[in-house]
């Protein structure tokens, strides 16, 4: 990246969700005022009811020195937030993030990704495959199905169209994913999580 890992630094109360960041080359530490005295640009990576506790903490330091900081936020306290997921993802190179208004998107959905990961492996166990080999092919499948939907532009509905062969698999796949009210359930999730998302910032 444009930015190297030693001229990072992460905070988190225990080592655990620190692992990652060391191994990445970034410095890290326990207390949240040592990023603010060190840093320019400052990632708040929190659950939404948290947020408030790691405001009021970094609050002196804030009002102390006169700094000048962007502020990025998982939570919801500002008119503006930029979500982002709190997984490894975004170490790795292949996290994501959006700009929003507060209550208007929820987080990222990863665990939602990875139970529909799962299913295709299971899947593919029940039909005889081994089980590494298996998980690996839905990984693939749905990178393959990712970098598609990124770098072509296109609907994920044309996209879907356009794999489907009339009488073939895939299309006597999906329509069992539509008996199945797949559609319906992934909204139904969305919707859950945004609204848990409300709810906890508001405690």
Known sequence: GKVPASSIIASAPSDKNLDAWRESGCRTTHCNLEVLQESTLVFLATKPHVLPGVLQ????????????????????????????????????????????????????????????????????????????????????????AAKMMLESGEHPAKLRGDVCTPGGTTIHALHQLEKGALRATVMNAVEAATNRACDMAED
């Open 57 to 144: 903490e970094i609050r002196p330091a804030w009002q102390r020195g006169g700094l000048r900081k962007r502020w990025h936020s998982a939570g919801t306290g500002s008119p503006v937030g930029h979500r982002m997921p709190a997984e490894i993802p975004p170490i790795r190179g292949w996290g994501l993030g959006s700009l929003l208004a507060p209550h208007s998107n929820p987080n990222a959905l990863l665990p939602q990704v990875y139970l529909f990961a799962e299913a295709l492996a299971e899947g593919a166990v029940k039909m005889g495959m081994p089980g590494a080999l298996a998980t690996r092919i839905a990984a693939q499948t749905m990178l393959g």
